[in-house]
């Protein structure tokens, strides 16, 4: 890629040994999820405690940042030398991932990483027991750790703009605020509309878990997985961890009463999965090869479970595979009963459990509150009232406990304030894709119903996942739909299919 | 354990750094063998490679030299101030593994672990293509390796007391054959009065995995293990890693045509896994928590497998479970023709397959031929030759190709001439420890027909397991069995059983 000892190669040889040690915390992960046997959880935390601190050894030594300033100047931003475009663009990601690193101090990591490991079984027994009061001094102190971090880490007009900057380096509450406004606006005038409609019943009957396996290997097959280079797994919440591009790990859930939730979380594993087996191995062990970030990662998934496969073409392609695998449960259900069960949209207190209609407005609540938190306009004690009031505006309904109401997120105990906002922009920008993919392919829709994808994986490969992190969100959005992200392509998509 | 700051502790903190790093690479090496996509085989060496630089890094640091020099003079091995005897054998054994990881110089190290990579994929062909002149060139470097290693190590008699040492710190080639001598010619005799005897019929017919996961997982709760704190996955050959007390993986292998592969693997490695879990927790991190010895190790493995799985007793135990899970296959099988077909014995070409009796002529095989090599009185040309010679003399069978010959293992291929030896220790000491649990139970057996195996593990774990590395090999094998190691109790155990 360079000469050997050029600053670029001699600062790639130390970013990739602190690759591998990523990749080793995110296999542990994963064994966390999958297989570890339970009482060893604490030995987990321990062997993860001292990859973390390795990583950040080597990312804050003097000889890293060395290494680093050799090939740009840490202080300027200047490249030292004459690098091609994409290198230039490593570099300056290079600078930034330091300057991030370097803004928050070991004792406020560490600090962090206390606060929320004990908060985290505080939650859980709260919501097990349905009691806010066992929580809210713990998220309290997240809250103040969380405004704290944003100081820390530096924003022109915002705090919370520099906690949404780890997840989405593009957007301000500036830009989100009026998107949301408008989303919203939108989604609850849809769902008033929708709710005029008859509802369909869900599916019922038995599902044997061998059969969802069979569904779930047939799925991730069709999707162009290969064992060679990914597995399947379970695990109580569904999701997909790139370890690298060549060891790409998803994990669903199966239940027997039913086999779509297994279904679209390997759809929507799978989605992340082509995006990360397909990032720039070449220029594995740089920031290049990462994912560009949360929202983007998430529109892979998005359009995967929901745009394509909650279409009416994917329910005419697996339906006669349902039938085969399911004889007893599925031998009287039409292709056309399919698809209005699997788009049946009924407000819901949980999140996870939500339609594509009304998801996003989970989102924009929890954003809402977030935002005031941090502003310091609403206290902790306020969120269970706060919650329940615009559940009941947005939703029309109100939680019947706190556990499925505001307790039922870990994100928050996770001290992950400034995440939730990339759900949306996940299925904001797949229904921005999917309006480009119906124009490139007009026959999108007889391809899918033939259990036919590549055409779909490619060119999801060639416009956004080999390019890694070379364009920005904005930059990417920009160039493969023409324009920059909104809400109108989501709306439409929502209008059409739901009205 | 001690005062906070005081140099033990010191020591320990640096230590148990070391334990998480290779409690790291153990889950590496598990998910290799059973999880991990092919494809990414390459990318887990270099994650296995990273960690191996690191803990060698560590190991050979200046600054662990000085804090376990504050422990134990290194030069000397005068401890440096009043401990108790258990940290006095700790510093023992931190300054023995000191002083070994340090005459081994890294660019050795280096070399040692290229040429076994190399040799592996060579050793692979050579045995998949029966063609043994694909190998010699590489063990004939291995070989030259190995005798450097013997030099760097150092040794007081034989080079091959230098390797015995990494396995067998207690022993020497100048106990080891007259031991193996004496067994050889108790084997070779009792084999042939064994062959006037009628054969029974090998175990046929259908055995469906998930009757046979059953039957493993009964198994190892009959041992007493807990899903809690261990676990059983499938490998192409079986194994057990103890990544942590509280975190041991056994592996089996499933052959639908017998289920008695699996079940004799899984109280195989059940008898490694009881001894990892229980080692003294409360000194993980020092090498108080390690396995005497791997042929300590193999004493457990091999108890479980053959002294008590083969029992009578234990057939009667499990006849009726059998019975139940293959009721097609196994509706006519009396208790007796299972004892019989368990403790069939019929020399085979290939060591894995072998009975009790033949086993261990096996080993003294490759005994014999790795202190030739070693010494410089055999040429690796001639292994063949040499092989098939004992093969007939030891077993009366002349291997049909090398593949299913001198070829058949793996070991040398992996750098591991001295490590044989240990296999037939553990069944010498199996059968030593059996003669004093019959003393101390003389009603073993009917505990054994009820499925009542804590008797056993309990006294397991008092006399040897929770001990750790306080005692050697020769110590525990005196205290616990009231003699040194001798061939006496197996010959005994096998000539009353097969006689």
């Known amino acids: 890629m360079a000469r050997s000892q050029d600053p670029f190669s001699k600062?790639?040889?130390?970013?990739?040994?602190?690759?591998?040690?990523?990749?080793?915390?995110?296999?542990?992960?994963?064994?966390?999820?999958?297989?570890?046997?339970?009482?060893?959880?604490?030995f987990r935390s321990d062997q993860l405690e001292l990859l973390a601190e390795e990583i950040h050894k080597e990312l804050t030594s003097n000889s890293y940042k060395k290494a680093l300033n050799n090939f740009i100047d840490i202080e300027t931003g200047k490249i030292q030398g004459d690098y091609p475009p994409h290198l230039q663009k490593a570099a300056k990601e290079y600078r930034k991932n330091y300057l991030q690193e370097m803004k928050l101090p070991t004792s406020f990591v560490k600090k962090f990483t206390k606060t929320t490991s004990t908060a985290l079984p505080a939650w859980d027994q709260a919501k097990k027991t349905n009691n806010f009061s066992l929580f809210a001094p713990h998220l309290e102190k997240i809250v103040l750790l969380c405004k704290k971090k944003a100081d820390l880490l530096g924003y022109k007009e915002h705090p919370y703009d520099a906690l949404l900057d780890l997840y989405e380096p593009d957007l301000t509450v500036k830009t989100l605020t009026p998107l949301f406004n408008e989303l919203k606006t939108a989604l609850t005038s849809l769902l008033a509309q929708i709710k005029q409609k008859p509802l369909p019943s869900p599916l019922t009957g038995h599902f044997p878990k061998e059969a969802q396996d069979k569904l779930s290997s047939y799925i991730l097959e069709k999707m162009g997985f290969s064992k060679e280079t990914s597995r399947l797994d379970l695990s109580s919440h569904p999701f997909c961890t790139g370890i690298h591009p060549l060891d790409i790990r998803m994990t669903t859930r199966i239940d027997p009463s039913c086999p779509l939730s297994s279904l679209y979380?390997?759809?929507?594993?799978?989605?992340?999965?082509?995006?990360?087996?397909?990032?720039?191995?070449?220029?594995?062990?740089?920031?290049?090869?990462?994912?560009?970030?949360?929202?983007?990662?998430?529109?892979?998934?998005?359009?995967?479970?929901?745009?394509?496969?909650?279409?009416?073409?994917?329910?005419?392609?697996?339906?006669?595979?349902?039938?085969?695998?399911?004889?007893?449960a599925l031998s009287h259900l039409s292709t056309e009963e399919l698809y209005k069960k699997v788009n049946r949209v009924i407000p819901s207190e949980i999140r996870v459990e939500s339609d594509e209609v009304t998801y996003s407005l989970h989102i924009i609540l929890r954003f809402e509150i977030e935002k005031e938190l941090i502003e310091g306009t609403l206290s902790v004690k306020d969120i269970p009232e706060v919650w329940n009031e615009k559940m009941q505006t947005y939703l029309g309904i109100t939680p019947s406990y706190a556990s499925k109401g505001c307790l039922q997120d870990v994100h928050w105990a996770m001290g992950g304030i400034g995440y939730f906002p990339s759900y949306t922009l996940g299925n904001l920008l797949a229904a921005q894709l999917f309006s480009t993919i119906k124009k490139a392919f007009p026959d999108w829709d007889k391809k899918v119903q033939q259990g036919e994808f590549s055409f779909l994986s490619t060119w999801l490969k060639e416009k956004i996942h080999c390019h890694g992190k070379l364009y920005t969100a904005s930059e990417v959005i920009q160039q493969v739909t023409g324009k920059p992200l909104g809400v109108k392509d989501y709306i439409t998509y929502l209008t059409e299919k739901h009205l």
Chains 1, 2 share one sequence.
């Open 11 to 42: 600062l790639h040889k130390r970013s990739l040994r602190i690759a591998k040690l990523q990749s080793i915390r995110a296999l542990l992960e994963w064994d966390l999820e999958t297989y570890l046997p339970k009482a060893a959880g604490g």
């Open 265 to 328: 979380s390997v759809l929507h594993e799978g989605g992340h999965g082509l995006y990360h087996q397909n990032l720039p191995i070449e220029h594995y062990g740089t920031p290049l090869c990462d994912a560009i970030s949360y929202g983007i990662d998430e529109s892979q998934s998005r359009l995967w479970e929901t745009i394509i496969g909650k279409s009416r073409a994917f329910c005419h392609f697996i339906h006669p595979t349902l039938q085969q695998l399911f004889p007893e």
